[in-house]
């Protein structure tokens, strides 16, 4: 396994068209999260996934976007009808589930570079 | 609202000099990590510090986990060109989930 990967790892779309970006995880990782990064910003968590369930979404995530994780392995991030300022890189994070008194490290992807025109 | 403050935000300095990037909060964190992100590429991870007060060395790079696990920083010894990227610091919420810093773009000039 190497890694997270995320694909595709960059796209250009109109605005108003739809995009679908797709993360597989490390493959023991429990836990998928994805985080939206904009120039001279940190990550902001968009929403996370425990194998199949998406236990939170943040309000960052609005109607127009949707993500799954069907059968618990990768996951898929749609973004309808997308306006400008969806541009943005899209990275995706797996994990194992947090135990009670442990930490847990989150592993990234390369991120998918959305620029919407 | 937990919210990370890094400073300095930008970080230009000599090759052979140190530095030191600090993370703050209000909110206590079960554990904060620190990664190194290049352009158009995803964070790495550096290191996880967990206990309140400790430190962890990684080559030239030192981290310390205040005691009241609050806040944390980051001492780089003798920076080297490779050095340069963004360093972010992010805390656990103990669901999992981690809240980002803004991140300190550091730049080492040879």
């Known amino acids: 396994d190497t890694g997270v990967s995320q694909n595709p790892r960059h796209k250009i779309t109109k605005r108003g068209q739809n995009v679908t970006f797709r993360c597989d995880p490390i493959?023991?990782?429990?836990?998928l999260y994805w985080y939206r990064q904009t120039l001279g910003q940190g990550p902001e968590f968009l929403t996370y996934?425990?194998?199949?369930?998406?236990?939170?979404k943040s309000r960052l995530l609005s109607d127009r976007f949707s993500a799954e994780r069907p059968k618990g392995s990768f996951s898929t991030l749609e973004i309808q009808r997308t306006e400008q300022g969806d541009s943005a890189m899209y990275l995706c994070?797996?994990?194992?589930?947090?135990?009670?008194?442990?930490?847990?490290?989150?592993?990234f992807g390369q991120g998918t570079r959305l620029t919407v025109v | 609202t937990q919210l990370l403050e890094q400073s300095p935000q930008f970080l230009s300095i000599q090759e052979g000099e140190n530095l030191t990037v600090y993370c703050n909060s209000s909110s206590v964190f079960s554990s904060l990590q620190w990664y190194r992100q290049e352009p158009g590429e995803g964070p790495v991870l550096l290191v996880t510090?967990?206990?309140?007060?400790e430190v962890k060395k990684l080559k030239r790079l030192t981290f310390q986990f205040g005691d009241a696990r609050k806040d944390s920083s980051l001492h780089i010894t003798a920076a080297q060109p490779g050095d340069t990227g963004l360093y972010l610091c992010?805390?656990?919420?103990?669901?999992?989930?981690?809240?980002f810093g803004k991140g300190t773009k550091l730049s080492v000039k040879p």
């Open positions: 996934f425990q194998n199949e369930a998406q236990l939170e």
């Open positions: 510090v967990v206990t309140g007060g």
């Open positions: 992010a805390g656990d919420r103990s669901q999992g989930n981690l809240i």
């Open positions: 493959s023991e990782h429990n836990r």
């Open positions: 994070a797996s994990s194992l589930t947090p135990k009670r008194g442990m930490n847990t490290e989150a592993f």
